[in-house]
């Protein structure tokens, strides 16, 4: 890969941002990339929760601009160019959702500037710790267009809807400390060590619970966030009814008797019809 570095361990995934020099930016080959190890790490089941960090002073400055003037093409000369442009971007829009969709549990590890399209891509996940430097900016408005990939549809459901109304049509950046405070980051920490040494040991807890439970977990707090109480409060019968086993139960309870860590099964691998 040349825009990630993907290693796994203890039942973490750790997918790193590694174009400094080019501040993280979003190019084609980051879309493709991404979308190609999420698809991985969801069949392959091994992995109980997914670390996403960065290199350099920036998490990530977006979008790379120059995308738009070579690979891709957007034709706003007739109905159908512009029609166009939904269908590229469902497809990109595609790429952030696996996150929110993983069987795992993700985890954001945010440095510097979280800029544009990585607002989308923050967004997305389930956890997300910043350092002292950190800020966050909805880029999309200073360049003449509109957040277009998840940031306006997912931070209402994060932050105040007047602080989203605010930093969207301003393009203002939301420092760290503001971000804690409306509950857009979990933990603010002085260094980047701190903040990864933190997030390390965060996916590692989840890590160490049953990968089923986790994922019922994950499906429930979901469905919750965009459903009424009595909806959500009947899937959750569902989702434990179809996932509860006394043997998890008596495990969980027994390591923490003994002390020790719990024995779990992995998730399945998920095969594929396109593979049959």
Same mark, same amino acid.
Request: with cysteine; aromatic share 6%.
């Given at each position: 890969?040349?825009?990630?570095?993907?290693?796994?361990?203890?039942?973490?995934?750790?997918?790193?941002?590694?174009?400094?020099?080019?501040?993280?930016?979003?190019?084609?080959?980051?879309?493709?990339?991404?979308?190609?190890?999420?698809?991985?790490?969801? &069949?392959?089941?091994? #992995?109980? !929760? +997914?670390?996403?960090?960065?290199?350099?002073?920036? @998490?990530?400055?977006?979008? /790379?601009?120059?995308?738009?003037?070579?690979?891709?093409?957007?034709?706003?000369?007739?109905?159908?160019?512009?029609?166009?442009?939904?269908?590229?971007?469902?497809?990109?829009?595609?790429?952030?959702?696996?996150?929110?969709?993983?069987?795992?549990?993700?985890?954001?590890?945010?440095?510097?500037?979280?800029?544009?399209?990585?607002?989308?891509?923050?967004?997305?996940?389930?956890?997300?710790?910043?350092?002292?430097?950190?800020?966050?900016?909805?880029?999309?408005?200073?360049?003449?267009?509109?957040?277009?990939?998840?940031?306006?549809?997912?931070?209402?459901?994060?932050?105040?809807?007047?602080?989203?109304?605010?930093?969207?049509?301003?393009?203002? &950046?939301?420092?760290? #400390?503001? !971000? +804690?405070?409306?509950?857009?980051?979990?933990?603010? @920490?002085?260094?980047?060590? /701190?903040?990864?040494?933190?997030?390390?040991?965060?996916?590692?807890?989840?890590?160490?619970?049953?990968?089923?439970?986790?994922?019922?977990?994950?499906?429930?707090?979901?469905?919750?966030?965009?459903?009424?109480?009595?909806?959500?409060?009947?899937?959750?019968?569902?989702?434990?009814?179809?996932?509860?086993?006394?043997?998890?139960?008596?495990?969980?309870?027994?390591?923490?008797?003994?002390?020790?860590?719990?024995?779990?099964?992995?998730?399945?691998?998920?095969?594929?019809?396109?593979?049959?």
């Amino acid at each position: 890969m040349h825009c990630f570095n993907l290693t796994q361990q203890d039942h973490v995934a750790h997918l790193v941002l590694n174009r400094p020099e080019a501040m993280n930016t979003m190019n084609p080959a980051f879309w493709r990339e991404l979308d190609d190890v999420l698809t991985q790490l969801h &069949r392959d089941g091994q #992995a109980r !929760a +997914l670390l996403i960090s960065s290199t350099g002073k920036h @998490f990530s400055a977006g979008m /790379a601009l120059e995308t738009f003037g070579g690979a891709i093409a957007m034709d706003d000369s007739s109905a159908e160019g512009r029609s166009a442009m939904f269908d590229l971007l469902t497809e990109m829009q595609a790429t952030f959702t696996k996150l929110e969709t993983l069987r795992i549990p993700v985890i954001a590890a945010i440095q510097g500037g979280c800029i544009g399209g990585a607002v989308d891509m923050a967004t997305a996940c389930c956890i997300r710790y910043a350092t002292a430097d950190a800020f966050f900016c909805i880029q999309e408005i200073n360049i003449g267009m509109v957040a277009d990939v998840g940031t306006l549809q997912r931070l209402p459901k994060l932050i105040p809807l007047g602080v989203v109304k605010e930093l969207a049509y301003t393009g203002r &950046r939301l420092p760290s #400390a503001k !971000a +804690l405070a409306y509950g857009l980051v979990n933990e603010v @920490f002085d260094s980047q060590e /701190a903040m990864m040494a933190a997030a390390l040991q965060c996916a590692r807890e989840i890590g160490a619970k049953p990968p089923v439970a986790i994922w019922g977990t994950k499906q429930v707090i979901h469905y919750a966030r965009d459903h009424s109480v009595d909806d959500a409060l009947k899937q959750m019968g569902w989702i434990q009814g179809a996932i509860w086993s006394n043997e998890h139960v008596r495990e969980a309870v027994t390591a923490q008797k003994q002390k020790r860590a719990g024995t779990y099964p992995d998730l399945p691998k998920l095969g594929s019809f396109r593979e049959i």
